[in-house]
């Protein structure tokens, strides 16, 4: 480590030179990144309703509805021209209503209510309509334009479009807020007014590198460009920290700065790439997931911290000693106390502390997997937007609905007749739209028109679209898919593809469930060998991961308690953030302690070490809390703003479990992580 800290040291203009260009390319190569805001994109491969979307696409021109539109107080003669006005924007491929399912000819009082009510209540009409992907922004503001304020829309199609057009601006709130409250806490936590500006330089070249480099991979998830940036400059903030820190102490004992940063450089590496790889593999552990979200955010997350562990070790140092002068220049006095009082304070509690800890741990991991949850993105936004509203009124009227599409084989149209009297027969099934229901099986396909067949039949498929009286995350609505499955498979064996944002839903829910399963247990399993081969001790990675994940479990467990329902995906995202992020503050204390104890006892070690550790471990919790706080409070997307309140709340408490659970770890079992851990002797001496 002495020669690469020489070389750093000696090459400083190169190094600065080199990051500089790197982060100037990689600013021009963000915007260029394109970034997904449909979860249903991020299934597997290998789903049935993926696969049955693929077959759909390859055998029928059109998607399966993804937007309705409400019209109130309307005649069912103006509803029909509002039907016309819809099929003329620009990006709608199709609009279905009332006259698609029974004949206007006949007076609605003489036909089924329950397929009339589907589509026409209290003077209200509902359209199903299917909207381009690819132009929904554009196009579902052109419909609000053709509707106006007054009238109401739902669907994936519409909640993608609020989201894109209100995330962008969030997120660039969410950067502004954080950049501002870092800077704020490290001007409160440094000793210098230039200290703050270098770390800020450090982080916002590795994040501009991170962000440029996602090229690489084309397309991003919303989550990723949400919180990717805030995570990486709250996660990877506190190596600038150690590194600053140890360069300060060691210049009143060394001859000259460049000696001073090499031994702080090889001090400092070790602890930082240890932290670092274990907040790199709590990440990596989510590109395990099936559910394409995790990979993504995973890679990008553990790419960022892998640059930032880079910069902070290549780019810092020559920065810093480039601007040593100016560190003795701008020094200012201490705004944080000495701590010496409080670790005094935390000594003489540890052990209750440690006991409190034991005797929560139990029911929060209990609860924490007992949580009920949302899968997909219906329940995203809620009635603080215009959104959640629309979709309240929407319900109101017409109850929650959504739209299946089963391709089964043409040809048999007995079967067909028996399968959509089947259909008909579950209760939650409002309509029909099929060659047998709406045509009849006793009219051949030739007499059918271009339009019709293209609907109807393909060249190997009958298309029937079912319209179902239920949302699509819930209990009930997995009930029903199901149902329509078995109905099916009763009909037709195998030989049948069931589509439609409920379908995706209970399959996301499927896959997601299962990654859970694993996921955390080879987070927890590759931290645990990171620790062991770092700490070179068999008793501390266990100590230290079970503070970090009991702070996990309570975490996690709030919901269940105060009777809230969960995004599996926030859930899903922050039991590996969280795990993987906090667990440097267990790292950077148990590094202190074991420093400490080979010259002191036990009780004083514990207080030189909360002594000497505080102001590095607030300064990171207090930057990733605040930017927890501000992600759940400026954020109107559901997922987002739940993965900040877990980022808020998990923080605080994994720094609460560091700094007053773990001493009464370390207290209770010093002697044997001492008879554990490879080449340790501790001081020894007669304590109270």
């Not at 419909?143 to 057009?165: F, L, P, Q, Y």
């Not at 949400?226 to 709250?234: E, K, N, T």
């Not at 394409?292 to 810092?316: E, N, Q, R, W, Y």
Request: hydrophobic share 45%.
């Amino acid at each position: 480590m002495n020669k690469i800290s020489e070389w750093i040291v000696t090459h400083q203009k190169k190094i600065i030179f080199v990051f500089v260009l790197m982060a100037v390319i990689s600013a021009m190569c963000q915007p260029f990144v394109s970034v997904n805001y449909d979860i249903n994109d991020y299934l597997p491969d290998d789903s049935p309703s993926t696969i049955a979307l693929d077959v759909m696409a390859e055998e029928f021109e059109g998607d399966i509805p993804n937007l309705r539109v409400m019209i109130s107080d309307v005649t069912v003669t103006e509803a029909l021209q509002y039907k016309e006005k819809l099929e003329q924007i620009e990006g709608v491929e199709d609009v279905t209503w009332l006259d698609d399912s029974v004949s206007l000819e006949v007076p609605l009082e003489m036909q089924d209510q329950k397929t009339i009510e589907t589509y026409y209540k209290n003077q209200c009409a509902l359209f199903s309509v299917t909207v381009e992907e690819e132009n929904a922004i554009r196009t579902v503001n052109d419909i609000r334009k053709v509707i106006g304020d007054d009238n109401a829309m739902t669907g994936s199609a519409a909640s993608t479009a609020v989201a894109t057009e209100n995330t962008v601006t969030e997120v660039s709130k969410l950067t502004v807020f954080a950049v501002i409250f870092v800077f704020f806490v490290l001007c409160l936590t440094t000793h210098s007014w230039i200290e703050p500006v270098l770390v800020m330089v450090g982080l916002g070249i590795s994040v501009i590198i991170n962000n440029g480099t996602n090229l690489l991979f084309g397309e991003i998830s919303f989550v990723t460009n949400a919180a990717g940036s805030v995570l990486q400059i709250a996660v990877s903030l506190d190596y600038s920290i150690f590194l600053i820190h140890r360069f300060e102490e060691y210049r009143k004992s060394e001859k000259n700065d460049r000696e001073a940063m090499i031994l702080a450089l090889k001090k400092t590496t070790s602890s930082i790439l240890s932290s670092g790889l274990t907040t790199v593999i709590g990440f990596f552990a989510l590109t395990l997931m099936k559910f394409k979200i995790g990979p993504d955010l995973g890679i990008v997350l553990a790419k960022g911290i892998a640059i930032s562990l880079i910069t902070v070790i290549v780019f810092m140092p020559p920065l810093i000693l480039k601007f040593s002068r100016y560190l003795d220049k701008t020094q200012h006095r201490s705004f944080m106390p000495d701590f010496h009082g409080f670790g005094r304070f935390v000594s003489k509690r540890c052990i209750p502390m440690f006991c409190i800890f034991i005797l929560i741990v139990v029911p929060a991991c209990l609860g924490a997997n007992a949580n009920d949850y949302y899968y997909g993105s219906e329940h995203i936004y809620d009635e603080r937007t215009q959104y959640g509203q629309d979709t309240n009124q929407i319900n109101d009227i017409f109850g929650k609905n959504d739209t299946y599409v089963l391709l089964v084989p043409k040809g048999d149209f007995a079967t067909e007749k028996k399968l959509s009297d089947d259909l008909h027969d579950l209760p939650e099934v409002t309509d029909i739209i099929s060659y047998v229901d709406t045509v009849g099986a006793e009219i051949p396909v030739e007499y059918l028109t271009d339009s019709q067949r293209e609907q109807l039949i393909s060249q190997n498929y009958s298309r029937m679209v079912l319209s179902v009286n239920t949302d699509t995350d819930s209990h009930d609505a997995f009930d029903v898919v199901e149902e329509v499955r078995n109905t099916a498979k009763k009909n037709y064996g195998d030989e049948y593809y069931l589509a439609g944002a409920g379908v995706s839903t209970y399959d996301l829910m499927d896959t997601i469930t299962v990654d859970m399963q694993y996921v955390n247990m080879v987070a927890i399993g590759a931290i645990f060998l990171v620790l062991l081969l770092t700490l070179k001790s068999i008793s501390l990675p266990v100590i230290l991961v079970l503070c970090i994940e009991g702070a996990v479990w309570i975490n996690v467990a709030r919901p269940y308690f105060f009777g809230n329902i969960v995004f599996y995906i926030s859930y899903l995202i922050i039991s590996s953030v969280q795990l993987g992020a906090t667990v440097d503050y267990a790292i950077l204390f148990t590094d202190r302690y074991m420093e400490n104890r080979k010259l002191m006892n036990k009780r004083q070690t514990i207080v030189k070490t909360i002594s000497s550790v505080m102001v590095s471990i607030i300064t990171s919790a207090s930057v990733m809390t605040i930017v927890g706080f501000l992600m759940s409070k400026i954020s109107t997307h559901g997922i987002l703003e739940q993965l900040g309140d877990f980022l808020a709340y998990g923080t605080v408490l994994s720094f609460l479990s560091v700094v007053f659970v773990l001493p009464g770890f370390l207290y209770l079992f010093d002697s044997l992580i001492e008879k554990t851990t490879y080449n340790i002797e501790f001081y020894e001496s007669k304590e109270e």
